[in-house]
């Protein structure tokens, strides 16, 4: 297996607006693509990069959706999805299959081939693999993000997404659940709190009540000003994080 980076975080929210406005004008990110294949699935949805990650935002459509059971479940949290890229999509999940996690959905729209595994056996969050054909430059085509979406990058107020934190009852068991699926080990970070760190992306593992993606931290130029523009669009703001859509945005410099 080759080396694997964070390529997605997926939020979901009842409503795209006012979560995709309010991450524009807070993190100064651009929308690069409304994928209309998701309508299949009764959802829409808004991709905005961050630098060569993706940040999305989905939203439920019709009742009886699988995001609207987890917003439903998750009690608000909009943690939804963690999508990696590597080099054999298929192999993750036979791997995880082989560990009691189920293949929930594969998607084969060449030269893009993504394996999602079920987010219950998962726990906290949906996991996908995917890969694109010809695309090793991680600034290459990536077709779940529109066929231009280098083009919307800005780097005037946001610079990169660092870290994800997911939050358990059990960090420590949640995190080595995560390292076999992902097939990275387990590392201890600050405050000795177990971690998975990826070439771009460290997933820190920290104690809450329940399994959840529970906040997302971003590199950005001037932290005040992100603070004071979160506090402008009605955000709980609590020292240098912020409440937006069921999760809490961290702000470093």
Not at 50 to 59: F, M, N, Q, R
Not at 83 to 103: L, M
Request: proline fraction near 7%.
């Amino acid at each position: 297996m080759g080396e694997m980076r964070l390529r997605q975080i997926c939020l979901v929210a009842p409503h795209l607006e006012p979560l995709v406005g309010d991450v524009q004008v807070i993190l100064g990110l651009e929308v690069c693509y409304r994928d209309p294949h998701v309508a299949k699935y009764g959802l829409e949805n808004a991709l905005l990069p961050v630098d060569s990650t993706l940040l999305e935002v989905i939203a439920p459509t019709q009742p009886g959706t699988a995001a609207g059971r987890f917003l439903d479940k998750s009690h608000g949290h909009g943690g939804y999805m963690a999508i990696f890229s590597c080099d054999d999509p298929d192999e993750r999940g036979r791997n995880a299959e082989s560990i009691g996690v189920r293949i929930a959905n594969v998607i084969d729209h060449p030269p893009y081939h993504g394996v999602q595994l079920h987010p219950r056996d998962c726990r906290a969050a949906f996991i996908e693999f995917n890969h694109t054909d010809g695309s090793d430059d991680i600034l290459g085509p990536y077709p779940p993000a529109g066929p231009d979406w280098q083009q919307s990058i800005r780097k005037d107020t946001t610079l990169a997404l660092i870290a994800v934190e997911m939050q358990s009852a059990d960090p420590d068991g949640l995190a080595q659940h995560w390292s076999r699926i992902i097939g990275i080990p387990v590392g201890r970070g600050e405050h000795d709190h177990p971690e998975i760190a990826l070439v771009n992306c460290t997933f820190h593992f920290v104690k809450g009540a329940g399994d959840a993606m529970s906040g997302l931290t971003f590199r950005v130029h001037d932290v005040a000003q992100v603070r004071d523009a979160a506090r402008s669009r009605g955000c709980p703001c609590g020292g240098d994080s912020f409440l937006l859509g069921g999760v809490t945005f961290h702000i470093v410099a």
